[in-house]
């Protein structure tokens, strides 16, 4: 028997220890790899929950200050007036998410980026000029614009209360609150539009109504849209004329979109013809009401009284607002007023739609603009070389009438408009609105484009009034109560470049009589057009917001006190450029996200580069 040395015995035993060592230490370095692993997965899970629910939290919060925001910059009456007492007052800095809202919002912190909880940062950074993002479009035209409208920004910084890791995550949001003239669009309604029984049209640029369109002509004519057409109803149908046979072609080339959102305005919506009254005595001008009203806006105020003319000289941002206005005053008699307002006149002749005898105001608007250009008074509240103008006339007639009488304002040699620094003109009335002769087209005083779309020359310009009616170069005063029939006072073309705003005698049942004439009469004509085929060209922007109060007879056929012209309507394509408004003119109101970003904590100047 052989006896083997220990170490000779058992080699294999030894080396099996020595591999479980290894592989156990091997384990042990694995599993420990794989624990540490597993840990920072876990950490940078837990880290990436609360970075995507502080994020959420504080855009939620961001979401909330712009959903008030838009709220009260949408409410007709409130508009930036209401957005800027807020942030005054400091409510929207506390506009949080809060427990009475859902307990869950109790696991955050928010912060202002500032170093304060429980505030979000709103303030004004901006104002901005010029088209509005490509969403905001009207058709194929990028056509909305706003002009030196806010933008604010609003920054939510938030962190989780007990959270794990020290995280704060921050949001940004450049909000514009954007001021869009309705003139940006080629024709615009309140309420509901008609364009039945309507003779060959065609309408350039986007047209709107807060409620239906309808629509229908005649076999023998036609209408066409070439730009988009919407409207918050559900009709755009013949309807409202129990004429039938309105089987012409309606094409709308821009296309149609019903059941879209209403267009809010900066006026009062309730009761829009406010915007040409005088305001009630006691109503500041620096109230809701106050600020919308053109008697406020404008820098010269004229008001007309049995026996004498005042006018009102004011200046500022609200002009009805200042406190040391310059009064003029003369008598109301042919003498007194050709030395102290040698623009002013008073006319009598009929309006055989009303049916009553006019006692016009007349303005030479030749030698207003003249005038103005010239007057101590005027001058010493708008320096020469002040950058300043009196772009707004308001005139109200308030002489005694008789029931067979009407009080009206009627404007005359208006080829060349005051410039006012290239802001244009705008009067505004209470009163029925006459304009005799071609308006707003010259070139140093001489007509150029008469009869054409070229607007090349004109100035921006609005006409704002209870109704409005054009009287051809060839009207005259001696011939108006005249029995009409064709051929009598027969009409010769005439040109208007300007925005008109004015009331419409709305439809009260489905008969011809009973008819309001259809936007496209918004200017009311009382001459015989057809003889001689004379033509009315309109390079404007139609608006109707309220039915008028003053001038109140219903539409009547062509025929009776009228002869229909050829209509050459087109919309200026100076409204698409918001450097070119016609002053005064309202918005309508359009709350845009504007810019957002996801900027560093503790930031409130963090811009976004494109």
């Given at each position: 028997?052989?006896?083997?040395?220990?170490?000779?015995?058992?080699?294999?035993?030894?080396?099996?220890?020595?591999?479980v060592?290894v592989?156990?230490?091997?384990?042990?370095?694995?599993?420990?790899?794989?624990?540490?692993?597993?840990?920072?997965?876990?950490?940078?899970n837990d880290?990436?929950?609360?970075?995507?629910?502080?994020?959420?939290?504080?855009?939620?919060?961001?979401?909330?200050?712009?959903?008030?925001?838009?709220?009260?910059?949408?409410?007709?009456?409130?508009?930036?007036?209401?957005?800027?007492?807020?942030?005054?007052?400091?409510?929207?800095?506390?506009?949080?998410?809060?427990?009475?809202?859902?307990?869950?919002?109790?696991?955050?912190?928010?912060?202002?980026?500032?170093?304060?909880?429980?505030?979000?940062?709103?303030?004004?950074?901006?104002?901005?000029?010029?088209n509005?993002?490509?969403?905001?479009?009207?058709?194929?035209?990028?056509?909305?614009?706003?002009?030196?409208?806010?933008?604010?920004?609003?920054?939510?910084?938030?962190?989780?209360?007990?959270?794990r890791?020290?995280?704060?995550?921050?949001?940004?949001?450049?909000?514009?609150?954007?001021?869009?003239?309705?003139?940006?669009?080629?024709?615009?309604?309140?309420?509901?539009?008609?364009?039945?029984?309507c003779?060959?049209?065609?309408?350039?640029?986007?047209?709107?109504?807060?409620?239906?369109?309808?629509?229908?002509?005649q076999?023998?004519?036609?209408?066409?849209?070439?730009?988009?057409?919407?409207?918050?109803?559900?009709?755009?149908?013949?309807?409202?004329?129990?004429?039938?046979?309105?089987?012409?072609?309606?094409?709308?080339?821009?296309?149609?979109?019903?059941?879209?959102?209403?267009?809010?305005?900066?006026?009062?919506?309730?009761?829009?013809?406010?915007?040409?009254?005088?305001?009630p005595?006691?109503?500041?001008?620096?109230?809701?009401?106050g600020?919308?009203?053109?008697?406020?806006?404008?820098?010269?105020?004229?008001?007309?009284?049995?026996?004498?003319v005042?006018?009102?000289?004011q200046?500022?941002?609200?002009p009805?607002?200042?406190?040391?206005?310059?009064?003029?005053?003369?008598?109301?008699?042919?003498?007194?007023?050709?030395?102290?307002?040698?623009?002013?006149?008073?006319?009598?002749?009929?309006?055989?739609?009303?049916?009553?005898?006019?006692?016009a105001?007349?303005?030479?608007?030749g030698?207003?603009k003249?005038?103005?250009?010239t007057?101590?008074?005027?001058?010493?509240?708008?320096?020469?070389?002040?950058?300043?103008?009196?772009?707004?006339?308001f005139?109200?007639?308030?002489r005694?009438?008789?029931?067979?009488?009407?009080?009206?304002?009627?404007?005359?040699?208006?080829?060349a408009?005051?410039?006012?620094?290239?802001?244009?003109?705008?009067?505004?009335t209470?009163?029925?609105?006459?304009?005799?002769?071609?308006?707003?087209?010259?070139?140093?005083?001489?007509?150029?484009?008469?009869?054409t779309?070229?607007?090349?020359?004109?100035?921006?310009?609005?006409?704002?009034s209870?109704?409005?009616?054009?009287?051809?170069?060839?009207?005259?005063?001696?011939a108006?109560?005249?029995?009409?029939?064709s051929?009598?006072?027969?009409?010769?073309?005439?040109?208007v470049?300007?925005?008109?705003l004015?009331?419409l005698?709305?439809?009260?049942?489905?008969?011809?009589?009973?008819?309001?004439?259809?936007?496209?009469?918004?200017?009311?004509?009382?001459?015989?057009?057809?003889?001689?085929?004379?033509?009315?060209?309109?390079?404007?922007?139609?608006?109707?917001?309220?039915?008028?109060?003053?001038?109140?007879?219903?539409?009547?056929d062509?025929?009776?006190?009228?002869?229909?012209?050829?209509?050459?309507?087109?919309?200026?394509?100076n409204?698409?450029?918001?450097?070119?408004?016609?002053?005064?003119?309202p918005?309508?109101?359009?709350?845009?996200?504007?810019n957002?970003?996801t900027?560093?904590?503790?930031?409130?100047?963090?811009?976004?580069?494109?």
């Amino acid at each position: 028997k052989t006896n083997f040395p220990l170490s000779a015995r058992f080699p294999r035993a030894g080396y099996a220890l020595l591999v479980v060592l290894v592989l156990t230490a091997a384990s042990a370095l694995v599993l420990s790899g794989t624990i540490a692993r597993t840990y920072n997965v876990a950490k940078l899970n837990d880290r990436n929950n609360q970075f995507v629910l502080t994020q959420h939290a504080a855009e939620a919060a961001t979401e909330k200050v712009f959903a008030r925001m838009a709220y009260d910059f949408s409410t007709p009456g409130l508009a930036l007036g209401a957005v800027h007492s807020n942030i005054t007052s400091g409510l929207y800095e506390t506009y949080l998410p809060n427990a009475t809202e859902n307990p869950y919002w109790t696991n955050f912190v928010f912060s202002n980026a500032q170093g304060s909880d429980d505030r979000v940062y709103v303030q004004q950074v901006s104002t901005y000029s010029g088209n509005l993002p490509s969403q905001f479009t009207l058709g194929s035209t990028n056509a909305l614009s706003t002009l030196n409208a806010p933008v604010y920004r609003i920054v939510v910084n938030a962190r989780m209360k007990n959270g794990r890791h020290n995280l704060t995550n921050a949001i940004q949001e450049d909000v514009l609150l954007a001021l869009v003239p309705i003139s940006t669009r080629a024709i615009f309604s309140r309420t509901n539009m008609e364009f039945v029984r309507c003779a060959p049209l065609t309408v350039n640029g986007s047209v709107h109504a807060n409620g239906n369109i309808f629509t229908g002509c005649q076999s023998s004519s036609s209408l066409t849209f070439n730009g988009q057409v919407t409207c918050t109803g559900v009709a755009m149908t013949t309807n409202l004329d129990a004429l039938s046979g309105l089987t012409g072609a309606v094409t709308y080339n821009g296309g149609k979109v019903t059941n879209s959102s209403a267009v809010t305005l900066s006026i009062n919506m309730t009761n829009a013809h406010m915007l040409i009254d005088q305001p009630p005595s006691g109503e500041s001008a620096s109230s809701t009401d106050g600020e919308q009203r053109m008697f406020n806006k404008a820098q010269i105020v004229l008001t007309v009284s049995n026996s004498i003319v005042t006018m009102k000289i004011q200046s500022g941002i609200l002009p009805g607002a200042d406190t040391s206005p310059i009064t003029l005053v003369s008598s109301n008699t042919p003498v007194a007023l050709s030395t102290n307002f040698p623009f002013i006149g008073t006319n009598i002749f009929t309006d055989q739609r009303e049916n009553k005898t006019i006692l016009a105001t007349q303005i030479d608007l030749g030698k207003y603009k003249t005038w103005l250009a010239t007057n101590a008074s005027v001058l010493s509240k708008f320096p020469s070389g002040s950058g300043t103008y009196p772009t707004i006339l308001f005139v109200d007639d308030n002489r005694t009438v008789t029931g067979s009488q009407l009080n009206a304002i009627r404007i005359t040699n208006g080829i060349a408009l005051p410039q006012n620094g290239g802001l244009g003109f705008t009067l505004a009335t209470p009163d029925p609105l006459y304009v005799q002769g071609n308006y707003n087209d010259s070139s140093n005083g001489v007509a150029i484009n008469l009869g054409t779309t070229n607007t090349t020359w004109t100035v921006p310009s609005a006409l704002m009034s209870d109704a409005l009616t054009f009287l051809s170069p060839a009207w005259q005063d001696s011939a108006s109560g005249n029995a009409y029939s064709s051929g009598v006072r027969v009409a010769s073309d005439m040109t208007v470049n300007a925005a008109l705003l004015s009331g419409l005698v709305y439809t009260t049942g489905s008969s011809a009589s009973t008819y309001s004439g259809g936007i496209y009469n918004i200017p009311r004509l009382l001459e015989d057009w057809s003889t001689g085929s004379h033509i009315v060209t309109l390079n404007t922007s139609l608006i109707n917001l309220f039915a008028s109060t003053s001038a109140t007879q219903q539409w009547q056929d062509p025929g009776i006190y009228y002869n229909a012209p050829t209509r050459k309507f087109s919309f200026d394509l100076n409204f698409f450029d918001p450097s070119k408004q016609p002053p005064g003119m309202p918005c309508a109101l359009m709350p845009v996200r504007f810019n957002y970003a996801t900027p560093p904590p503790n930031t409130v100047t963090y811009n976004v580069t494109p």
